[in-house]
């Protein structure tokens, strides 16, 4: 059992902001949503809330890419599923009338801007790369305006703000993008220093001539690091569906168990040789800083209980297995 922390420490701790971020994973059902405002109501501190997209969008968007030049039907189909993926779990979750035609109406209108540059794609009959990772954003855009409108109703106060508002700054490199540290830290602690908590789509930033640019496979965990770094957090909480590092593959090896905590460098080995729960740049952020990065899994998560602070000492990574 870990001792509370106590004097400067805890007191360190609290001012700064931690880093939390919900994979796709965790965006299937109603009862994952439900885990995700459980979570966050549970911390104590200031966070910032890195979202991916909802689970299987970026895959549709993908596809709707490769259909859109030669079909312009794909564009009207995208456009149906991703209304009714969205405002089904709006209207889970949002029971006042106004207020829920308020929110259907903000996806839409960020719907149509989708649809404005899948047209365009259509129009060329190929897809630039700048299109291409402005289109693929969308994913995340979409999940991250819905779990802000969810929460705010839910009484959970928060602000949602763009990477291109925050001023992430990449090395312009599309499809595969890396942050700019020197220039987007400066931004970053300007944008995120207020008392409240903020909503942050991942996978993307923005280049120097403020164009989109993916950050890659594993992008919104990268995100959430890239995040960590800039504004100095406590910690980098990244919640999964699973128990996090395992000694082996647990499809293959009966008796795998899970990894309680590593080194940056193990944990990247690992992620190198074939573990798939986090990519290896995940890592390269914390370094310098030794923020600690964190994993939860959300279904073990009881209704009472809480992330534990980092100790002073602690391993750069830790897993969970309750």
Known sequence: MRKPLSGF?????????????????????????????????????????????????????????EDVPRAQEAVGHIKTSLMEMHRRIVT????????????????????DKLEHYLLGVHYLGETPDFVRDVVLSYGER???LLLTAILNYKGIACEEVLPEQLGLLTN???????VDFAAAEKNL???????????????????????????????????????????????????KDVDGFMSADPRIV???????????????????????????RTFGPLLDKQIPLRLFNIERVAPAAKPTPPLRGTPPLEGTSR
């Open 189 to 239: 602690q300007e944008h995120l220093s207020a008392p409240k908590r903020f909503i942050v789509p991942g996978f993307y930033g923005i280049s120097p001539g403020s164009r989109v640019t993916l950050l890659g496979r594993g992008g919104s965990d990268y995100s959430a690091a890239a995040i960590g770094r800039c504004i100095d957090a406590a910690s980098v909480d990244l919640w």
């Open 9 to 65: 420490m805890e007191e360190t701790y609290k001012m700064k902001k931690i880093v939390i971020k919900f994979g796709g994973s965790n965006l299937k059902t109603k009862e994952d949503v439900t885990r995700i405002i459980r979570v966050i109501s549970h911390y104590q501190t200031e966070v910032v809330i890195v979202v991916s997209a909802l689970y299987g969008v970026t895959d549709i968007l993908t596809k709707t890419i």
């Open 142 to 144: 979409l999940s991250s």
């Open 254 to 280: 009966d008796k795998a168990v899970s990894i309680k905590s590593l080194t940056y460098r193990e944990a990247a080995e690992l992620s190198y040789f074939g573990a798939q729960i986090l990519h290896p």
């Open 92 to 111: 889970w979750y949002i029971d006042d009338r106004d207020y829920n035609k308020s929110v259907i109406k903000k996806i839409k209108e960020r719907i």
């Open 172 to 178: 312009g490199e599309y499809g595969n993008a890396v």
